[in-house]
């Protein structure tokens, strides 16, 4: 590697190797989350609007957990992160917590990017039919808290292309300016594709489904072949919406990255 590329990398403190290290990490908190989720059924009540009479609140229980929820965690500093997203930013009191002095990394064009609205439609709409039985246990709060738990590990994720759009432009920004200089998404698009890297993550995924969601007993090490969750499932969310909505901030970032 080139002097120049090393030190500015290592000015941030961050390589795209490293980057994909803490996505590789990230995996692990998402699957158990969804193996955790999968212990309820559907519980459609939880996302019944109309159902849901909340003195003083007018949304479905997820909504009212996710809402108040995300307050406390906001007042207690939660989204001064960058790596942190909420789903409710019109509502998101301010942290009432010393600022932590987190390493200046992206630049402001982070600050314009959230697609937790769109995260939240393919949650509710797409994953969790595939992800849970039907059936309703009452467990209702629970489910909720569960939600929860998956919206912010997949968000989390999701807003982390702002750092590997970061290192990507570091390492080669006389690639990147003039497709940013040009509004140029599709040219971004496959600029910052390694169709490779997502075929490893999408069999990488299934592989850590499999293997975290079987039966543990002391009798046997085999798992019958039966899991927790559908581990094709878990590759499919990586392959139809995981990755697209990653590519997808990391353009929005790129687009604005020398504004
Ligand atoms: C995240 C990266 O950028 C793109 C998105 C990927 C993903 O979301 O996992 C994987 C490969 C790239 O096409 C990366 O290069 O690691």
């Known amino acids: 590697m080139a002097e120049t590329e090393a030190s500015s990398d290592s000015a941030a403190g961050m390589t795209l190797d490293a980057v994909r290290d803490a996505l590789v990490r990230q995996e ?12 309820f059924p559907i519980n459609s009540p939880t996302y019944d609007e109309s159902r849901a009479s909340i003195l003083g609140f007018g949304g479905s229980l997820v909504q009212f957990i996710v809402k108040e929820t995300e307050a ?7 989204f001064q992160n960058p790596e942190e997203h909420p789903f409710f930013p019109d509502v998101t009191p301010p942290s009432l917590v010393p600022p932590y002095d987190y390493p200046l990394v992206l630049h402001r064009a982070a600050d314009f990017i ?16 595939l992800l849970t039985e039907p059936g309703d246990d009452g467990n209702y709060a629970s489910t909720a808290s569960s939600d929860l738990n998956c ?3 997949i968000s989390r994720r999701i807003h982390y292309g702002n750092f590997v759009a970061e290192v990507k432009f570091r390492d080669a920004p006389q690639d990147y300016e003039p497709a ?5 998404r599709d040219a971004l698009m496959k600029l910052l594709t390694f169709e490779a890297v997502e075929e490893m993550v999408k069999k990488r995924v299934e592989k850590k489904a499999k293997i975290f969601s079987q039966e543990v007993t002391l009798n046997s090490t085999e798992s019958k072949g039966k899991y927790k969750i ?7 969310l990586y392959g139809e919406w995981i990755m697209p909505l990653t590519k997808h901030v990391e353009v929005e970032y790129l687009l604005r990255r020398l504004d």
Not at 28 to 39: P, V
Not at 180 to 184: G, V
């Open 72 to 78: 406390a965690q906001a007042k207690a500093g939660r």
């Open 28 to 39: 692990d908190t998402i699957i158990f989350y969804l193996i955790e989720r999968a212990k």
């Open 180 to 184: 940013i200089r040009a509004q140029d």
């Open 230 to 236: 559908n581990p094709s499932m878990v590759s499919r």
């Open 151 to 153: 919206l912010q590990a």
């Open 114 to 129: 959230n697609v937790n609205d769109q995260i939240w439609d393919m949650y509710f709409k797409e994953l969790l039919p």
